[in-house]
């Protein structure tokens, strides 16, 4: 054996799963990448199943990115973003809420998900307990147990295919150790959109028991009733403890760029600085020349995606509704349904068989926790014919099985 080589037995020991830590190997697997998995390669699926759209990202997006890169911009940067960058943030944000928002509140992140596990190590660890609304996008929960924490699941009410929220439900929630409430509005997979009470209300709870607010707006343009979704911004102070995780996935098409950002009191930008360089040390200067045509030259290419899956949504659940065999409303934002169909309970088993009778991938409601295990989700934000074609063909899946 060579010089300085562990021994076998030695390897042997460090190997041992036993001696990981319990969080990492314990990490859920995602139960919607098992459908998608089973499902990608079959001929003539409309797959409805992940979070993004079907459009590629515009060229005048990727064209920044690349005249970056043929300049040489391929060395490190800025730990918290571009100054271009997190000032063309800054206006965006400070235009879209119609208050002044100064760029020291911003911190670039190499995707949403970077920034929320950021937020996290921030305000959570061992014991800590963090709040999520169910039915909910996985990834908090799963990122705040590697983080050390728990969740409490907070379910949301359906009704007719609707949801709402329980404000004296959450109440009841909180603990001596929960520390933060996670916000999803307009939500993922159920569409929820919080009005401007009841986040004042959230607030208000926030501010009395001395907690944190995560609050993701990812969807926030996706918001059929015009303009934007309402935001904690229009209810909140500047010093009070909100964190915003947001990306440029969604509304610019951008889902594999993997670009977000955090918003948070400005006295700590050290702090995150510090978490990037520890995490990703910083996102890729020519991925920032991209976000930033994206946000400086967008917007028309935002309102055109926001009416298409406007469209679509209609399409879609018009569709469904039309069987008398579907629970299922039109949901106020995001660009998902969440729905149910009469005599089915286990959906994970749904969402395979859909896959091979319907030629439809979907979601399955179980993947987004207990409260979801009726439904499944689609999502509609894709081209219009597509989603008459996957709504018809599940139409007619459903009127097979009532026969």
Known sequence: MAAGCPSMSLLADMMNFDRLRPEAITAPSSGIVSVIDYGRMKPGLVPLWAGEGDLSTPAFISDAAAQSLAAGETFYTWQRGLPELREAIAAYSSRLYGRAIDAERFTVTSSGMHAI????????????????????????????????????????????????????????????????????????????TADRDTLGALLGVAREKGLF????????RFFYAGGRAPSFHDVMNDDDPVFFVNSFSKNWAMTGWRAGWIEAPA???????????????????FIQRGAIAAIEKGEPF???????????????????????????????????????????????????????EAGVGLAPGSAFGEAGNRFLRACFHRRLDEVETAANRLAEWIGSRAR
């Open 213 to 220: 607010i995560i609050a993701d707006e990812i969807y926030g």
């Open 302 to 356: 935002v309102e055109e995606q926001v009416e298409r899956a406007h469209r679509a949504r209609d399409i879609f659940i018009d569709a469904l509704a039309a069987t008398n065999r579907v629970s299922i409303a039109k949901p106020a934002g995001a660009f998902y349904s969440f729905f149910a169909i009469d005599g089915i309970e286990d959906t994970r088993e749904a969402a395979f068989r859909i896959v091979d």
């Open 117 to 192: 596990q950021m937020v996290l190590r921030c305000i959570v660890g061992t014991g800590d307990e963090v709040i999520v609304l169910t039915p909910a996008w996985p990834n908090c929960a799963a990122a705040a147990a590697l983080a050390g924490a728990s969740v409490r699941e907070v379910p949301l009410d359906c009704s007719d295919g609707g949801w709402s929220l329980d404000l004296d439900r959450l109440r009841d929630a909180i603990g001596p150790r929960t520390r933060a409430l996670f916000i999803n509005t307009p939500a993922n997979p159920t569409g929820w």
């Open 267 to 285: 006295e700590l930008g050290t702090a995150f600085a510090n978490l990037v360089q520890y995490s990703t040390s910083g996102l890729a200067a």
